[in-house]
């Protein structure tokens, strides 16, 4: 590709990341490490790049030196491997004598035989920041790839705390009295639990229509065509059965069941493969029993959608799913999804994370329901037969209180006030 019209795009491209006001993520991103972005599609990982330019802008670094380049730009379809060292050197030339550019290379997936470039950028002492979409660029691939030289950062959807930022509530909510300012906060909180925390859909009003979109995305462009499925009916049945099952654990043999009841045969490692396809475009995570033999840790997983908004296009009456579907999602936000449990042995308990010696259940409300009172709080007592140590925690949609039970103390917390204590 001609090397002035290169440069050309390069010099247009920088007004992208000039122009796009960015939202700070929660991420604690290092000085001299390079970062490939991973995550859902429309997750934000294109603006954790901007994020990095910003901080380069404000700690002094000329916009010199500073090459972006966004490969899905349309004039730049035609790259080829031998552009990108071509595309090096107008950084070099950019930056000027002796200086060596801060490289970001969006979507660069679309470029045939990038892995070779980009390793060598690192071997060359770099810093480098790339991201790729689910469809051609999954972490196992990266990390086979890039062998070491590149940390993995998964880029969720908003934490309530960006939330509220993102919509200009930058108050210090966990200490606020006011009756007005705290059903602020609720109705926030409501809308944030419903529609899921993509950050484009801060700016839209119609958000299922905008959520409907993403979901077709990733599931025909994602899960689809990249793993050239036929057998649309299949996927579509096992994605509502695991949505219709988000609170429960769910084996591949169930779901196996399930297909052949309703009249599509496929076999059990046919499914093992769809589900998997699913976490690979990360629409999907899972979890794993705490207290169960290793082959039932893989097997019979508790599966949880990457938002919450996702979740309620496929189920009716969500309230509760979405609620206990959030927690999942901001414990692994917390943890990392290799830290997060749920324990199942003659008990059973929605969340537990061993590192914090932390129990957690999950109910939309207790204080209105002696019997739902009774039952998530006799899971704690008998989880003390196993765990005699562990703190206890109950998240619900608003109610607040402590609670003595059998000796246990039992904290009783609104999930709003939950998700901003960090």
């Known amino acids: 590709m001609n090397r002035d019209y290169l440069k050309q795009v390069i010099i247009d491209q920088k007004e992208v990341y000039l122009e796009n006001s960015i939202v700070r993520r929660d991420l604690v991103l290092e000085e001299n490490i390079n970062y490939c972005f991973v995550g859902i599609r429309r997750t934000g990982k294109s603006y954790m790049m901007y994020q990095q330019v910003k901080n380069l802008l404000e700690a002094g670094t000329s916009i010199e030196e500073i090459l972006y380049v966004n490969f899905e730009d349309e004039r730049l379809l035609e790259v080829m491997a031998d552009d990108l060292n071509t595309i090096l050197e107008i950084g070099l030339e950019m930056a000027g004598e002796g200086k060596k550019p801060y490289v970001f290379l969006d979507e660069i ?180 029993n705490y207290a169960a033999k290793l082959v039932d840790k893989e097997t019979s997983p508790k599966y949880y959608f990457m938002d919450t908004g996702l979740l309620g296009l496929l189920v009716m009456n969500s309230e509760t799913a979405q609620l206990e579907n959030l927690v999942a999602i901001e414990l692994v936000r917390r943890y990392g999804i290799e830290n997060v449990y749920y324990f199942e042995r003659n008990v059973e308990i929605d969340f537990y994370i061993p590192e914090e010696e932390l129990a957690i259940q999950v109910s939309y409300s207790i204080l209105s329901d002696v019997s739902t009172k009774e039952r998530e709080l006799g899971a704690f007592d008998k989880l003390r037969n196993h765990m005699p140590d562990t703190k206890c925690l109950l998240i619900t949609n608003s109610e607040e209180t402590e609670i003595e039970y059998n000796g246990i103390n039992v904290t009783v917390m609104p999930v709003w006030k939950w998700l901003l204590q960090r």
């Open 109 to 288: 997936q679309n470029v045939d035989g990038w892995e070779k470039f980009v390793r060598r950028l690192a071997d060359m002492k770099y810093r480098v920041n790339i991201t790729g979409s689910n469809s051609k660029m999954l972490s196992h691939e990266i990390a086979s790839t890039l062998g070491g030289r590149f940390m993995i950062v998964y880029v969720m959807p908003y934490s309530f705390g960006e939330y509220l930022h993102a919509h200009g509530k930058n108050k210090d909510y966990l200490n606020v009295l006011s009756t007005s300012e705290r059903a602020g906060v609720n109705k926030m909180y409501e809308q944030y639990v419903t529609y899921g925390a993509f950050p484009e859909l801060v700016n839209v009003n119609n958000k299922r229509q905008y959520l409907s979109s993403i979901y077709q995305t990733i599931y025909i462009g994602d899960i689809l065509t990249r793993n050239n499925i036929t057998n649309d009916f299949a996927v579509r049945l096992i994605l509502k059965k695991i949505a219709e099952s988000v609170m429960k654990p769910i084996s591949f043999s169930r779901l196996t069941n399930i297909l052949k009841s309703a009249g599509t045969g496929i076999g059990k490692q046919t499914v093992i493969n769809y589900v998997g396809y699913m976490l690979d475009a990360y629409l999907l995570f899972s979890i794993q």
